[in-house]
């Protein structure tokens, strides 16, 4: 039997904005939670899986496995190869995508009501019964290696992985999750297979679906999907500190326009602290036109297309990054307004309007999210990762509301260090010092 | 990311379409289009402007001022200040932002159903009423210049395309890129920018689409009062456009960059497009694009250079038929390891040639048609998705009846169609070839 756990219909008021989104929560039959919002008006199902632990539980010496095994999913299960199914798939209009990310493995999956068993049957086989063939996998390694080699010459991707290693070191966020050429080169069907059993279990799961579905279908549909897969996996990595001081780091790149990456330490989503993080980000670099760095560095000087600056609070280790891209011959000049803009920011906050215009922002726009099937079943999903409870889409622009200028300016000083912020350049920068 | 897109890559898929039935269409007066979307699901409102004007139709020797103006409108009016518009929208719990491409330049807000009325007050103040002051032409300036750095300058693929699109055109301006040369970029001037905002930015020249939790009554009211008092401009001149000759040799080119680390082949061909009444042409490329290079796994160039043979990494081909001239189709290969560009490319036209002489395979072709169906019921997922196709269709010479046609055209492709596009399109006469790789000697190792 299905437990229907409660059934919430929640209607998120906002300032200006009103929608409603009925969220059920599941326990199926196999024992798997799972939120479901009906909506019955499209024939199709959008359906979010994610498994906790993703690039991270690459084996010691292994790294690149998880990804690569990621990749080779879709290249043949049960008595199919690459091709047969792929055409099967072609011939019921699903789409499952699969992908792997530092904390996470998630599948996003779409199919028509009018074939969903079928979409479903054949979704299963590849997450539980993937062959692996070795030319698949060979052929899946080919096309990682050229990305690996690809992102040897992109700026953006230098900076990153320079700034990452020199952050996290041995730590799996200290390198990419594609692994390097030669651990890749490297990986066997066993390492694929080994990573295949560490990923894919049921006791770190998540599950979410949007549409045309009710919840005793839904219920039987996850436990077909996922029951067979192993109960528990292997631990996941310890906490990671960020380990870069202040400074900057100049590689040599010959390209026109340099692209810096800045980060420092940053705040977890439980911090009690995280809602007055969140708005102090949005008004100092959310990318918008009204941002702080987006007025300074681009519209008051015209040194960027954009700037922006990001909290990224992972399961592990938590940082402020931003990032942005100036003319060799501006850069200079861009980082000193960003290094000028932080120090303002961590001794004199925002101001009172600057609070509430970004208030207003917050709360219009988070109903505004809610506008798609599989929208919601990505919101729903990536909610219960971080354990938040249904009823959280009702309170949380109450969350934004009760935050003060006090807290907003209180944590601005704690949380942005100017002296700890590092640029990493990747360019011909003129007028930058490395030893600085 | 940011404001001001340039759009330049085709959809590799075809365009969705709404359903008839939510789609309501008015004319005002004054000659502007409005086409209405309805979506209840969420109480979420996409206001849109299209204008039919392109870098396509920019003056010779002004390239970029097409999107360089779609910046610049972001600056003050008469009765806003600079920045202010979007801080309005931000302060309404909305986004904003705008887009160029060859045929159109379109701004859009997505926002609460209920602030729409704010929305078209700011967006049809700022179709006659811009004031550009110099000080924000010369910032504004560098900004598109360090947006070409990010989007061009640094990415060698994005050179290679520039390179690519110029071969192909011989005459018309597509050859042309929508941010601009960097040359000519750096000459943009106010008057430049104001002369097209003059001419181009009318009501006669606009399509209004409004895609979400309304009502066709209110949104037509809503136009009437705000867009419906702008006088038409009498002076619109008709969209001519130098056409292409014919096109009588093949191309070929290398482009050569250090920063390229996957090699690739790349062959792009004259195509037709879309045209109102006359979508078949154009719907049997849809399916050639899918039969040559939409699954890795199935296609033509897929299953013969990727799995039959360990020939390349990636085999791929293209085709978008939204354009108001004539656009292309295009492969390309990206070599393995071990394998040079012209065995890549012998092998590309090895498998083309195989495909001309058997036909499609009847049962891909049963999967293609499947899937253009359901990618109509997965379209309705994403209204502002529905009002982008309407958008771009409507500027590209198409009508609202020729996007609602458009699912039964493709359904209804045959076999045999599909053979007469090929025969038509894949003529080496009309290609341009390119290579793209670190260095010319890796080409004599």
């Known amino acids: ?436 | 990311m940011l404001r001001a897109s340039v759009l330049s890559l085709a959809l590799l898929i075809a365009a969705p379409v709404a359903q008839a039935d939510t789609v309501s269409t008015f004319t005002l007066d004054n000659g502007m289009e409005v086409v209405v979307i309805e979506d209840h699901r969420a109480p979420v409102v996409v206001h849109m402007v299209w204008y039919r004007i392109g870098s396509a139709d920019e003056p010779v020797g002004a390239s970029g001022v097409a999107h360089f103006l779609e910046h610049l409108l972001f600056k003050g009016t008469e009765t806003l200040a600079p920045g202010e518009f979007s801080a309005t929208v931000a302060a309404n719990g909305g986004d904003d932002n705008a887009f160029t491409s060859f045929d159109y330049t379109a701004y859009f807000q997505r926002i609460a159903a209920d602030r729409l009325d704010i929305m078209m007050r700011m967006e049809s103040d700022r179709m006659k009423n811009l004031l550009l002051l110099d000080e924000d032409i010369a910032t504004e300036r560098q900004v598109i210049i360090e947006e070409r750095n990010q989007r061009v300058e640094n990415n060698p693929g994005a050179l290679a395309r520039e390179q690519i699109r110029a071969a192909q055109y011989l005459n018309h301006r597509y050859g042309v890129p929508i941010i601009g040369w960097m040359h000519e970029m750096e000459e943009l001037s106010r008057e430049d920018a104001v002369g097209f905002y003059d001419l181009y930015y009318s009501p006669n020249n606009a399509i209004l689409i409004v895609a979400g939790d309304v009502q066709p009554d209110d949104v037509l009211a809503l136009a009437q009062t705000h867009y419906g008092v702008i006088p038409a401009e009498p002076a619109l001149p008709d969209r001519l456009r130098p056409a292409e000759p014919p096109q009588r040799a093949e191309r070929r080119l290398i482009y050569e960059d250090p920063r390229v680390s996957q090699p690739y082949v790349s062959r792009s061909y004259l195509a037709p497009e879309r045209d109102s009444g006359a979508q078949e042409t154009a719907a049997a490329l849809v399916y050639l694009a899918e039969i040559l290079g939409g699954s890795s796994a199935t296609s033509v160039l897929g299953s013969a250079l990727t799995y039959d043979t360990q020939t390349a990494v990636y085999a791929g081909a293209g085709y978008d038929g939204l354009s108001l001239d004539s656009t292309t189709f295009t492969l390309s290969v990206a070599p393995a390891e071990g394998v040079s560009l012209q065995q890549a490319e012998d092998a590309m036209d090895a498998a083309i040639a195989g495909f001309l002489e058997a036909g499609p395979d009847p049962d891909q072709l049963d999967r293609i048609r499947t899937q253009l169906r359901a990618s109509e019921i997965y379209a309705r997922d994403n209204v502002e998705g529905l009002a982008r196709s309407y958008g771009a269709a409507l500027t590209s010479g198409l009508t609202v009846q020729d996007v609602q046609d458009w699912p039964a055209v493709l359904q209804a492709v045959t076999a045999a169609d599909i053979m007469a596009a090929a025969a038509q399109v894949l003529d080496r006469n009309q290609a341009v070839t390119a290579w793209v790789l670190a260095s010319r000697e890796e080409l004599t190792q």
Not at chain 1, 3 to 9: E, G, N, Q
Not at chain 1, 72 to 98: I, K, P, W
Not at chain 1, 129 to 147: C, H, K, N, T
Not at chain 1, 180 to 207: C, F, G, M, N, P
Request: proline fraction near 4%; charged fraction near 20%.
């Open chain 1, 1 to 436: 039997m299905t437990r229907i756990l409660c059934a919430l219909a929640l209607i998120l008021t906002a300032t200006f904005a009103r929608a409603e989104v009925a969220i059920q929560q599941i326990t199926t039959p196999g024992g798997i939670d799972a939120w479901l919002v009906e909506e019955h008006s499209i024939p199709f199902t959008a359906l979010e899986i994610r498994i906790r632990g993703g690039a991270s539980l690459d084996a010691p010496g292994k790294r690149g496995a998880v990804n690569l095994m990621v990749a080779t999913l879709e290249e043949g299960a049960g008595d199919m190869d690459a091709r047969a199914f792929a055409a099967a798939r072609e011939a019921l209009a699903a789409s499952y995508g699969f992908d792997v990310y530092d904390d996470s493995f998630s599948v996003s999956a779409r199919f028509l009501t009018e074939n969903r068993d079928e979409a479903v049957a054949l979704l299963r086989l590849a997450l539980t019964e993937p062959r692996f063939d070795q030319d698949a996998i060979d052929r899946v390694r080919g096309q990682v290696l050229s990305i690996i080699a690809s992102d040897a010459k992109t700026p953006n991707r230098i900076a990153s992985q320079t700034l990452y290693a020199a952050a996290f070191g041995d730590h799996p966020y200290g390198s990419s999750l594609n692994g390097t050429e030669q651990s890749v080169q490297a990986l066997t069907r066993d390492d694929i297979l080994a990573a295949h059993r560490a990923v894919l279990t049921r006791d770190r799961v998540y599950v979410s679906a949007v549409g045309d579905i009710d919840a005793t279908e839904l219920a039987a549909l996850i436990d077909d999907l996922l029951g067979d897969l192993p109960a528990d996996g292997p631990p996941l990595p310890a906490r990671a500190t960020f380990g870069l001081a202040g400074g900057l780091t100049v590689v040599d790149f010959p390209t026109p326009q340099s692209v810096a990456l800045f980060a420092h330490s940053g705040i977890k989503r439980d911090d009690e602290d995280f809602f007055a993080a969140y708005i102090l980000n949005h008004i100092f670099g959310s990318g918008g036109f009204e941002s702080r760095l987006m007025q300074e560095v681009r519209e008051k000087r015209g040194l960027t297309y954009g700037i922006a600056t990001y909290l990224v609070p992972r399961d592990h280790a938590e940082l402020v990054i931003g990032s942005v891209a100036s003319g060799n011959d501006a850069i200079a000049q861009a980082i000193e307004v960003i290094r000028a803009e932080w120090a303002r920011m961590a001794e004199s906050g925002v101001t009172a309007e600057e609070l509430a215009t970004a208030k207003t922002y917050l709360t219009g726009e988070y109903p505004l999210r809610f506008d798609g099937n599989g929208e919601i079943a990505d919101i729903m999903v990536g909610m219960q990762m971080i354990g938040l409870p249904p009823d959280y889409v009702i309170h949380r622009n109450d969350y934004i509301e009760a935050v003060t200028l006090a807290d907003v300016n209180r944590v601005a000083g704690a949380l942005l260090q100017p002296e700890a912020l590092h640029f990493v350049v990747v360019g011909q920068p003129s007028g930058l010092d490395a030893a600085q």
